[in-house]
């Protein structure tokens, strides 16, 4: 039985996170699948805001795609955050917000110039 449902965007680099999140209740309750995947086959590091806040009665089905590891990593933890500020109280969504679960990382890869070989990088120079 599902009690609240909510979909949430998180993107880090060229990573997208599309989740979805369900309410249960005590069957079947924190399942994280990310790709058809279990979240702990998927990823190799560990960071999920339901750890950090203590909740379990939440299951996740995220699909993610573009980027690396590191980049989808960062881009389901922002869509998780995202996700459960609609349902957490005034206290945990700051609590969120201090460690920066709720904070979006812009920075993406400097586009290149003419004239350069890569963003910055420039031919070598010769004298004569």
Same mark, same amino acid.
């Given at each position: 039985?599902?009690?609240k449902?909510?979909?949430?965007?998180?993107?880090?680099k060229?990573?997208? %996170?599309?989740?979805?999140?369900?309410?249960?209740v005590?069957?079947?309750?924190?399942?994280?699948?990310i790709?058809?995947?279990?979240?702990?086959?998927?990823?190799?590091?560990?960071?999920?805001?339901f750890?950090?806040?203590k909740?379990?009665?939440?299951?996740?089905?995220i699909y993610?795609?573009g980027?690396g590891?590191?980049?989808? %990593?960062? %881009?389901?933890?922002? %869509?998780?955050?995202?996700?459960?500020?609609?349902?957490?109280?005034?206290?945990?969504?700051?609590?969120?917000?201090?460690?920066g679960?709720?904070?979006?990382n812009?920075?993406?890869k400097?586009?290149?110039?003419?004239?350069?070989?890569k963003?910055?990088?420039?031919?070598?120079?010769?004298?004569?």
């Amino acid at each position: 039985m599902i009690f609240k449902f909510f979909e949430a965007i998180g993107k880090r680099k060229c990573s997208i %996170a599309k989740i979805s999140l369900f309410s249960t209740v005590k069957y079947n309750c924190g399942v994280i699948n990310i790709n058809g995947k279990h979240a702990y086959e998927y990823l190799q590091k560990n960071c999920n805001p339901f750890d950090f806040l203590k909740i379990k009665n939440y299951n996740v089905c995220i699909y993610v795609k573009g980027g690396g590891l590191i980049g989808q %990593a960062e %881009a389901i933890k922002l %869509a998780i955050s995202r996700a459960l500020k609609s349902f957490l109280r005034k206290k945990k969504i700051k609590k969120l917000k201090d460690f920066g679960f709720l904070t979006r990382n812009s920075s993406c890869k400097e586009r290149r110039k003419y004239g350069l070989k890569k963003a910055r990088k420039a031919p070598q120079y010769s004298k004569r």
